[in-house]
Nanobody, 127 residues
Framework: QVQLVESGGGLVQAGGSLRLSCAAS????????MGWFRQAPGKEREFVAGIRWPAANTYYADSVKGRFTISRDNAKNTGYLQMNNLKPEDTAVYYC????????????????????WGQGTQVTVSA
C-alpha cells in the first residue's frame, strides 16, 4: 500500500502560480508512475499530468501543456505540480495518484490505471 498526501492548494489570481506537493509513504518502492488529476464542480475527474517513477519521463494533458510542470524528488518520495499562468478554468480539486508495479500502461492517463489516491487539495483561480 502507498499513502499519498497533497498540499499546496489555495486561492490565486488569474496569471498567478501555485506549486502542489504529493508526499508518498508506505511501499514507495512499488511506485511506477505518479499522476495529477483534477475535478471541477459538476465535471468528471480529468487527467492533468504524469511522471514515470523513478525515471523522469513526463506527459501532460493538452490543456496544461506549457503552463504546468510535473516533477519528483525520489529521495523525498514527493511529487510536485508547478502551475503557472493559472486560469479560472483551472479551478478544481487536484488529486495526486500513484500507479504501482506491475504497470501495464507505460504512460497511464485514466483513473483505473492508478492504484492509490490522495485526499485532494482545492485550487481556486479568481478572474
Amino acid at each position: 500500500q502507498v499513502q499519498l498526501v497533497e498540499s499546496g492548494g489555495g486561492l490565486v489570481q488569474a496569471g498567478g502560480s501555485l506549486r502542489l506537493s504529493c508526499a508518498a509513504s508506505g511501499r514507495t518502492f512499488s511506485i511506477a508512475a505518479m499522476g495529477w488529476f483534477r475535478q471541477a464542480p459538476g465535471k468528471e475527474r480529468e487527467f492533468v499530468a504524469g511522471i514515470r517513477w523513478p525515471a523522469a519521463n513526463t506527459y501532460y494533458a493538452d490543456s496544461v501543456k506549457g503552463r504546468f510542470t510535473i516533477s519528483r524528488d525520489n529521495a523525498k518520495n514527493t511529487g510536485y505540480l508547478q502551475m503557472n499562468n493559472l486560469k479560472p478554468e483551472d479551478t478544481a480539486v487536484y488529486y495526486c495518484a500513484a500507479s504501482l508495479e506491475p504497470m501495464y500502461t507505460p504512460y497511464p492517463r485514466t483513473e483505473r490505471n492508478f492504484d492509490s489516491w490522495g485526499q485532494g487539495t482545492q485550487v481556486t483561480v479568481s478572474a
